[in-house]
């Protein structure tokens, strides 16, 4: 890896020492650059779990990923910068059913930081948090107009998350995890199966996401939609597919060398569930 290089990709050029400030500006500056996308599954092309691979789509070729991609990167570039990470196990709840996804549905990472521990992040759409959530704390974590808490139920935690600190917002659950030390190579599975099932969001819709100041924007499919912040006025607009591409390098900083195949299919039900395990119409990542 080319620290700078990569550093350079996120727009970060401060202190590079292992310190709790470090850590949130490159967690921030890694969730305002580089989009959460699975393009890749819908332009012909396949992703492997393999570093040096994921280093140089996302880095050299300016494109993003989904969290087996990102967040396996950004782990890299931590340990560069000499933190001590730990891969972890996530299983995303579903708000419409209520159900979970299966073991290493989603990747995400512990950081541990002069005694404290640090649930880190860059991959899970536009709902991700912007900085480190402490482990070590039930109590809410306010960033900005969102707030956040880290939910601990025996061995258990979930991220729980209201995207306004109105009252009347209530808390809905992200992701559940365990701190079981995880390697990459055991989501090499579940990351077959996001690019293969139709019973999978990732295989049955094309996705992309960025985090930004200003706000979020969300492609899936055939539409672009736009969440402006602090107002949370919501823009959709609907598109051809010969500007699609425009779009994601226009607004999404991404050029595909492969020609894309919008799609944006009903996933279908997990064999023995009672409903699909996402809506038809958006997901806690998306």
């Known amino acids: 890896m080319d620290v700078n290089q990569y550093l350079s990709r996120i727009g970060y050029s401060g202190p590079l020492e292992p310190t709790l400030d470090v850590l949130r500006a490159v967690h921030k500056c890694h969730l305002h650059s580089v989009p959460f996308e699975n393009l890749t599954v819908h332009s012909g092309g396949r992703v492997t779990l393999e570093l040096p691979l994921l280093y140089g789509k996302i880095v050299k070729k300016n494109r993003g990923g989904f969290c087996y991609e990102l967040n396996s990167l950004f782990s890299w570039l931590l340990r560069e910068l000499g933190f001590h990470v ?33 649930l880190c992040d860059v991959s899970f759409g536009f709902r991700c948090f912007l900085l480190p959530l402490s482990l070590e704390t039930s109590a809410p974590q306010e960033q900005g107009q969102r707030v956040y808490h ?37 989501f090499a599975e579940m990351c077959q199966y996001h690019q293969s099932s139709p019973c999978s969001l990732f295989y049955c819709k094309s996705i992309c ?62 064999p023995g569930s009672t409903g699909n395990k996402w809506s038809d119409d958006t997901d806690v990542r998306v």
């Open 86 to 118: 730990t891969l972890l196990s996530g299983q995303v709840k579903n708000e419409q059913t209520g159900s979970y996804g299966p073991p290493f549905d989603h990747l995400t990472l512990m950081v541990s930081l002069d005694g404290q521990r640090w």
């Open 209 to 270: 996401t960025l985090l930004k100041p200003s706000g979020t924007l969300v492609y899936i499919g055939r539409r672009l939609v736009s969440t402006t912040f602090p107002t949370m006025e919501i823009t959709t607009r609907e598109l051809k597919d010969e500007e699609i591409q425009g779009i994601l390098a226009e607004q999404f900083g991404l050029v595909l060398s492969s020609t894309l195949t919008p799609k944006d299919e009903k996933v279908q039900p997990q």
């Open 150 to 186: 880290i939910r601990t139920d025996t061995d258990v935690r979930a991220v729980m998350w209201k995207p306004e600190t109105r009252e009347d917002c209530h808390w809905s659950e992200l992701y559940k995890f365990t701190l079981d030390p995880r390697r990459l190579e055991d």
